[in-house]
């Protein structure tokens, strides 16, 4: 039987001779970085494939968090999630913020509305909401909570890239959105990141912010720091920007795979788009709910044994990070600390065999 290792995930890359052909030109302007031409290049076609009035690059998404943050002028807390990815929070905290944190969904963990505003106060100042797995929040509901109490939303749609939600681009809502474009991702420049939006001083503000608050030769007008993407990441988006949809059709068929040989297991709960959002098909999450005859850990320990890695993801909530449990009790958000202990994300690439796909649902299908 072949027991080659599989991974949880696997970097996207365009042929070598694409890349060197969009790296040539840099020898002959010899601008590598400060936003040169394949930098602008990169972000006109963003802008154009996910219809925003701005795109603004950055280092990683990250930066890009903290940056709109900083941007937007917030001051005391910030609504949010603590089934997410690290950076979430800490962007908010290293900001000088303070997250308050709000339960999810159990059919798709996004932030669940109906505990938002409740813990609106006088401080409230944001909403951050998280697209997590490319799940799409509500984010009519939420708009109109921001809305009533007059707070910005800036989403953390590091997972939902060129995903539409009713025929509109999930770069559309909100005040603004954060989009990752580490190595593992859908789309990526090997590491950057960006903030999409529609308000074009906001983007101009951004695009200051990110190189020191400089605003003209001799004029700073900002604290800023250094984020700018340089030319060699952003000439790989401009290659991986030519194979998306080859990419997302590979991985639509392993995530169709998954949802075929699973959906009738026993005790496992999948999270399958619904028909209004047009998926990147980014991350395979399974749940294994208490009807599953083995918990979480110990399918995830069975699939390492046979060299297969899978992902706790997100597990611990942020709630439960040594940086934070002294401030905070996940018992708060019972649901996301349950999902939490029960979520595993399946390897999931436009690479992955789909006789790997049905030998990593053999041995769940087998317990």
Not at 28 to 49: R, S
Not at 69 to 78: F, Q, T
Not at 97 to 125: G, M, R, Y
Not at 270 to 297: E, G, H, W
Request: charged share 20%; glycine share 4%; with cysteine.
């Amino acid at each position: 039987m072949d027991n080659h290792e599989i991974f949880v995930t696997q970097s996207s890359m365009p042929p070598m001779s694409e890349y060197i052909h969009e790296i040539s030109s840099i020898w002959d302007t010899h601008c590598l970085t400060n936003m040169g031409p394949k930098h602008q290049a990169l972000e006109k076609k963003l802008k154009d494939l996910l219809h925003v009035n701005a795109v603004s690059l950055f280092t990683n998404g990250h930066s890009a968090l903290e940056f709109v943050l900083e941007a937007l002028e917030l001051k005391g807390e910030v609504i949010t999630t603590p089934f997410t990815f690290a950076s979430t929070t800490h962007a908010i905290v290293r900001k000088g913020l303070k997250p308050v944190f709000a339960d999810i969904k159990s059919d798709d963990f996004t932030i669940d509305p109906n505990t938002i505003e409740p813990l609106i106060t006088e401080n409230t100042s944001a909403i951050l909401p998280v697209h997590v797995y490319g799940n799409i929040c509500d984010v009519e509901r939420i708009q109109a909570i921001a809305d009533k109490y007059n707070l910005k939303v800036i989403y953390d749609a590091a997972h939902a890239f060129y995903e539409k939600a009713n025929g509109i681009s999930v770069a559309q809502y909100g005040d603004a959105s954060m989009f990752s474009f580490h190595a593992t991702k859908v789309f990526h420049t090997i590491e950057g990141g960006a903030i999409c939006t529609n308000n074009l001083e906001l983007a101009d503000k951004l695009n200051h912010l990110k190189n020191f608050g400089i605003t003209s030769p001799e004029s700073v007008d900002y604290i800023g720091g250094n984020a700018k993407l340089n030319e060699f990441a952003a000439a790989m988006g401009l290659c991986n920007l030519r194979h998306l949809d080859d990419e997302i059709a590979k991985r639509e068929l392993c995530a169709k795979r998954y949802w075929n040989m699973l959906e009738d297991v026993p005790g496992v709960k999948l999270c399958i788009p619904p028909s209004k959002v047009v998926s990147n098909y980014a991350y395979m999450p399974v749940q294994f709910t208490k009807d599953f005859p083995l918990s979480r850990d110990a399918i995830f320990d069975k699939l390492a044994a046979k060299g297969i890695h899978s992902r706790k993801y997100f597990y611990p909530l942020t709630t439960d990070f040594l940086c934070y449990r002294d401030a905070y009790s996940s018992e708060s958000t019972p649901i996301a600390k349950e999902i939490s202990s029960q979520i595993l994300t399946l390897p999931l690439y436009a690479e992955l065999s789909l006789s790997d796909i049905d030998r990593i649902c053999d041995i769940i299908s087998n317990c």
